[in-house]
């Protein structure tokens, strides 16, 4: 299976002379010239290895490496013009592996690209982990692979955004998220509805998975939604 590089760059003709070096080195390669194309592309073409211009129009890097913060299945080396230690520890804090200042060598940057494509691979989990694994807390249990929610061993009828808003909150329990960060991740960028939509879900979820006390997912009053990790549970 080939291994799959997004570039994301506003200058063109940066972007056609990495993709062109990675095609010839055997990558498949798509390109992306902003950051809302390029979360629309992740979603898309699932790439291991993302290299991300950090100035870029209606999405800079930095947003970008905040959206995609949770997805360890994506190695991203961020490109900039400036040659700051701030700037590149702002971009590391954010979730980038690597960091490169333009101008660079090409042939430096594709032993980059393969040296992150090892990390990323020995840190993903093998297709039969990925088909068995689960997010437990207490009683419930998320099966990622099939989608599939159960309570005390019984399945749930849940709908895909009620899935997806779940999975969220319950992979990383006691982390707030804020009713726009939740409706970004869950509707997309482009959905023109409120964040009421968010509490309208959190609503059902909390019916459906038995949680009247609010114990599992709480509200934090004026911000958003977190999921408690005070049941014995995590990623199994």
Not at 36 to 44: D, G, N, P, Y
Not at 52 to 59: G, Y
Not at 68 to 87: F, S
Request: charge should be negative.
């Amino acid at each position: 299976m080939n291994k799959k590089v997004l570039v994301v760059d506003d200058e063109s003709s940066i972007v056609s002379a990495i993709a062109y070096a990675l095609r010839r080195e055997g990558y498949e390669v798509e390109t992306a010239n902003d950051g809302e194309e390029a979360l629309v592309k992740v979603a898309s073409f699932h790439p291991q290895v993302m290299i991300l211009d950090v100035m870029m129009p209606k999405l800079d890097g930095y947003g970008v490496c905040r959206r995609l913060e949770d997805r360890e299945d994506i190695g991203i080396i961020l490109l900039t013009v400036k040659n700051d230690i701030v700037d590149k520890i702002v971009g590391l804090e954010m979730g980038a592996d690597d960091y490169m200042t333009k101008p660079f060598e090409i042939r430096e940057l594709l032993a980059r690209v393969k040296a992150l494509l090892r990390r990323v691979e020995k840190s993903s989990p093998s297709p039969e982990d990925q088909k068995n694994q689960a997010i437990v807390n207490g009683t419930l249990r998320i099966h990622i692979a099939h989608r599939t929610v159960t309570v005390n061993e019984e399945k749930l009828d849940l709908t895909p955004k009620e899935f997806d808003l779940l999975t969220i909150l319950m992979s990383n329990p006691e982390r707030v998220y804020t009713r726009d960060d939740l409706l970004d991740r869950v509707w997309g960028m482009e959905y023109a509805g409120g964040t009421r939509t968010v509490d309208i879900h959190i609503q059902r979820l909390r019916k459906k998975i038995g949680d009247t006390d609010q114990q599992k997912l709480q509200t934090v009053y004026g911000i958003g939604y977190k999921a408690s990790a005070s049941e014995p549970g995590g990623l199994v």
